[in-house]
């Protein structure tokens, strides 16, 4: 089974802060897509990659960063957090070569940051 | 630029009663249509996807949901409600299957007895 695991379920960092959030998934992977969930506003895209040292900006880059160093492990950044990123982030993966029922994006358990 | 819209942030049935979950989306190509659900402290599992082909696309859990193109329509339902079905559900389209997903804003299914 694909599994996308998030190094954190639960996080509280203070205005200022710089905060990383970790992803990695174990299916070998060439795309990966960081999402943030809020209430009445459903999941919406920050940045993706589709390939190791490549990143794309989504809907709502602004006050993020991303890394891909590695094609496992996609990390999110925040360069300076702020309350308004208090949210849910979720990470996930896909295969763009993959076909039938693998071809979908898997999703890992998420991160609830809470910024004071 | 491709967009969802669900109607009903929240939908409340009686347990054994038909679930319909509405999903409209905006789409300049051909379109990919998903619906996952997100059942509490947990992340997004999918329930079902349309690619091509069969436009009645039949899921986990005794989901389906119908693509319908000239209502840019791709309603979920299940003829009979469980208690485990209570969840959030998200609409999702994009321009190929494993690309960006833009979602829908969610629909809190509630189940009652």
């Known amino acids: 089974d694909v599994k996308v695991t998030q190094s954190s379920r639960y996080l509280v960092k203070r205005t200022g802060e710089k905060v990383f959030l970790e992803c990695v998934q174990d299916m070998d992977h060439e795309n990966m897509f960081w999402y943030r969930q809020d209430p009445g506003l459903g999941l919406r895209l920050i940045y993706f990659s589709y390939d190791v040292k490549m990143k794309e900006k989504g809907d709502i880059p602004e006050g993020y960063s991303v890394s891909r160093e590695k094609k496992e492990r996609f990390s999110l950044i925040l360069e300076s957090a702020s309350t308004s990123q208090t949210s849910m982030y979720l990470c996930?993966?896909?295969?763009?070569?993959?076909?039938?029922?693998?071809?979908?994006?898997?999703f890992g358990p998420g991160t609830r940051l809470t910024v004071l | 630029a491709q967009s969802v819209t669900q109607l009903g942030s929240h939908v409340s049935v009686s347990e054994g009663a038909l679930v319909l979950l509405r999903c409209n989306y905006s789409s300049s190509v051909p379109p990919y249509l998903f619906w996952y659900v997100q059942y509490p402290n947990q992340g997004l599992q999918l329930l079902l996807k349309y690619t091509t082909g069969a436009t009645l696309v039949k899921g986990i859990n005794g989901f389906e949901a119908e693509f319908k193109k000239s209502e840019t329509s791709f309603h979920l339902t299940k003829p009979s409600a469980h208690m485990s079905d209570a969840a959030e559900y998200f609409c999702a389209v994009s321009r190929r299957t494993a690309s960006k997903l833009t979602f829908g804003t969610g629909t809190r299914l509630q189940v009652t007895l």
């Open positions: 996930a993966s896909s295969d763009p070569l993959a076909g039938g029922p693998r071809d979908e994006q898997f």
